[in-house]
């Protein structure tokens, strides 16, 4: 008689906290200027720095930048944090940005405005299933992308992130070495593409990328005929396949500056258009459309989850910086684990730093 498995799958452990997501509403408050106010003024009393993701909206992007802290890619924001002097880091981000900061620079408190800002990559990949994956293919190096979680980490040989993933699977092939990547099915497709690596691939998928179709975008390139598009390689190959530039989103930012187009149709989360629009003054930005024409997709390329980091929330974790409560959005990560998560992202670090990536 055949056993029935209790755990959950990972698409199910998606889907439930996909529905928690989307169901949280997200307005603007009235009192924007006066919580950005309170937080500036927090933020120095308590020698802390705002580092937020490209994916945040433009009003916690712009706070992080005009309060001496720092908006990036997830790389970028993880070295932000450790060379930064800030005893205390609030990440706006998604948890495993968190927890990225925390092992990086485990002397320094790391906080989160909302600690179920979480992802579908990082959920779709759970550490038992992904171990026992793991062991069964024990002539392959296991390589995973900076969207996991901290004990996924420490079960790899190698940390990358979209910035980095072609140079390092490349060194790897190059030395004859057979890959197993996780979690991210179409990057890792693609990396494989480019590199003709042995890869072995984990099926997960980033719900905002995933819904970005290849019709769609072949359409609003007839109305936008000279428009470049521009494509994160989180998203199907069909996709890719139309793409002028594909890359990490300081990647693609890079292109809005150095392309000599006046418009672009850009596939990832809209929330990048804040710096693109920054990079590229006078130019035009249209964003990719999505599985349901606006009408049936999940994320309409925002992702639910980047976006339960509002001022709100951010001002009241500024509030109880140096309190006890405080507690409640602290990120932590196990001491050991920590340890063994920072092999692989020391090796990134200190491979992306040899080839000035
Ligand atoms: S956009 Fe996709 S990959 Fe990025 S945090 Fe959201 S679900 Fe994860």
Known sequence: MSEISEKPSPQQIVKTYLDVALAQPHLKPANSEQLVANIKLGLQQHNAALIAHYYTSPEIQ????????????????????????????????????????????????????????????????????????????PDRTVVVYANTSAAVKARADWVVTSSIALDV?????????????????????????????????????????????????EDLKKLHPDAAVLVHPESPKPVVDLADVVGSTSQLIDATRSLPHAAFIVATDQ???????????????????????????RSC?????????????????????????????????????????????????????????
């Open 271 to 297: 929330g990048i258009f804040y710096k693109m629009q920054q990079a590229c003054p006078g130019k035009q930005l249209f964003i990719a459309p999505t599985g349901g024409a606006g009408a049936t997709c």
């Open 62 to 137: 712009e706070l992080a930048e005009t309060s001496g802290g720092f908006v990036g890619d997830s790389l970028e924001m993880a070295r932000f944090g450790k060379q930064n002097s800030a005893s205390t880091l609030l990440v706006a981000g998604v948890k495993f940005m968190g927890e990225t900061a925390k092992i990086l620079s485990p002397e320094k408190r790391v906080y989160m405005p909302s600690l179920e800002a979480t992802c579908s990559l990082d959920l779709g990949c759970p550490i038992d299933q992904f171990s026992d994956f793991c062991d069964a293919h």
């Open 301 to 357: 390329a925002n992702c639910p989850w980047m976006a339960m980091n509002e001022l709100e929330n951010l001002a009241a974790l500024v509030a109880r910086l140096g309190k006890a409560e405080v507690e409640q959005n602290e990120i932590l990560v196990d001491s050991s684990l920590a340890d063994k998560a920072m092999k692989p992202l020391g090796r990134m670090l200190d491979f992306a730093s040899s080839r000035k990536v």
């Open 169 to 217: 699977v490349d060194y790897l092939d190059s030395k004859g070495e057979k890959i197993l990547w996780a979690p991210d099915k179409y990057l890792g497709s693609y990396v494989a593409e480019k590199t003709g690596a042995d890869v072995l691939l984990w099926q997960g998928s980033c719900i905002v990328h995933e819904e970005f179709k290849a019709r769609g975008i």
